[in-house]
């Protein structure tokens, strides 16, 4: 049997974390609980998974290739959502197959955004649930603007939204982000394509809906919005996009992916764990550190690069302590539960499911098939992601390029142990020698 060590986890936001994420948790309560509240059990979650993600101390699958012997230990993925890079990218993956092969029609789209004032924000960062109605109110200024437009009032919309709390240099900054078929869809299935793109009027539409959502729950005063009303320049914007048309499947993919990426990419990141600050922000902070014994903790440097310059900051990257990127990272994990893409009209679930039974009665759902094979499958097979990420099949053997065969799934702490003890394949930074450390528990 030949086994290869696996690569050690250099990302500098798994060395970020290592390094710091015990002193932030420690010390939340004392720096960022006035502030920012407590700090939530689902950022501890998802932290711990994102720690083991990738790493054969906490289970791997075990592939053999019948005809030469070879066998790899493949560790397993946290699968998280909304923080770790690496799946990250492989739901991006997931969710571009599946809009293109189960959800959009062949029909043209456009990539709408919408988004608020600043003033408006900490409205939707106090409560997480009112992201999804920000979608919804902007469905419903595009889909108004449509139904005027092509003076049919019955005709129904479709779009995708995914909403958003970060921008390219990590603000809280909600928004939504929106594939929406360019036009409406008739009781009969026939679709009618809109040609103007009145995106003043979709903008205003969407002000005074959120106005008047905001009022009706009671979040914010008359006052406000009365002085926001008066505002030159209101601090929402709807963006319109270029039409994508049906054949341009690659940009839609393209489009997808992007609607669920996450908030950091490590190509963008850097982290200096020896760096020196001298900013009035560090030294207030160092001083807090210092009087609960934390004053070493200053040290560090993370930087986050963006694709333009960032008119608050002035340039297109954005310098943190370890400690400070951390609070501002985690903000940006959803809840366990949190819904963050929506279906609307068309492409509701109700909607596609009513049409996936009619077709299955009428005898359309074999011809559908095969003329789209991909409909169906297992979306979420991640050999096929990883082929499409890393560029390498990891079930093809190294040595005889024959198919490998899964042989099994070991989770179990003390066989996990035991096996990579056997073959000196245990974490370096975090070797259980005899009489050292214990296997790592089981986590749920």
């Known amino acids: 049997m030949a086994y290869t060590k696996r690569k050690p986890r250099g990302s500098p936001l798994f060395q970020c974390l290592s390094d710091h994420w015990e002193a932030f948790s ?56 909304g923080f770790c890079p690496s799946c990250a990218k492989k739901r991006e993956c997931f969710f571009g197959e599946f809009l293109l092969n189960e959800v959009l029609e062949r029909v043209t789209h456009r990539h709408v955004v919408f988004t608020i004032p600043k003033r408006l924000r900490g409205y ?91 009022l009706g729950n009671g979040l914010i005063p008359e006052a406000i919005v009365k002085n926001m009303m008066g505002w ?5 914007s ?25 908030p950091v990419a490590l190509s963008r990141m850097e982290y200096d764990p020896e760096a020196e600050w001298k900013s009035k922000e560090v030294k207030g902070l160092k001083r807090a550190f210092e009087e609960i014994g934390l004053d070493d903790d200053v040290r560090g440097k993370v930087t986050v690069c963006a694709s333009h310059v960032h008119h608050k900051y002035g340039k297109n990257r954005r310098e943190w302590t370890p400690l400070l990127f951390i609070r501002d990272l985690i903000r940006h994990i959803p809840d366990r539960h949190q819904k963050m893409t929506n279906y609307y009209g ?14 299955e009665a009428e005898g359309e759902e074999l011809v559908i098939r095969q003329m789209n094979p991909n409909l169906g499958k297992k979306l979420g097979h991640w050999r096929r992601f990883i082929k499409l990420i890393y560029e390498t099949d990891p079930l093809i053997c190294p040595n005889c390029d024959k198919e490998m065969d899964v042989v099994s799934h070991i989770h179990e702490p003390n066989v996990v142990f035991k096996i990579l003890k056997h073959l000196d394949l245990l974490n370096e930074d975090q070797a259980w020698e005899a009489g050292g450390r ?7």
């Open 238 to 262: 709807v963006f319109v996009g270029p039409p994508v048309y049906a054949f341009q499947r690659d940009r839609l993919f393209q489009l997808a992916s992007y609607m669920v990426r996450g």
């Open 346 to 359: 068309w492409y509701s679930n109700r909607a596609r499911g009513d049409r996936k039974k009619r077709m």
């Open 26 to 81: 420690g010390q939340h309560q004392d720096l960022f609980e006035d502030q920012d509240g407590p700090l939530r059990r689902r950022h501890q979650v998802v932290i711990g998974q994102f720690m083991e993600c990738g790493l054969m101390d906490f289970g791997f699958v075990r592939v053999r290739c019948g005809d030469c012997g070879h066998e790899l230990l493949l560790p397993f993925s946290c699968k998280t959502r």
């Open 124 to 214: 939707f960062d106090q409560d997480r649930h009112l992201l999804p109605e920000l979608s919804r109110m902007g469905y419903e200024s595009v889909i108004e603007v449509l139904r005027e437009q092509l003076d049919a009032p019955t005709d129904r919309g479709a779009a995708v939204i995914v909403s958003q709390t970060f921008g390219s240099l990590l603000d809280f900054t909600p928004h939504s982000h929106a594939l929406v078929a360019w036009g409406l869809f008739g009781a009969e299935g026939g679709f009618t394509g809109a040609f103007n793109i009145p995106v003043d009027v979709i903008a205003e539409l969407f002000r005074h809906k959120v106005f008047m959502f905001l």
């Open 438 to 444: 214990d296997p790592p528990a089981k986590t749920g």
């Open 232 to 236: 030159h320049h209101s601090g929402f």
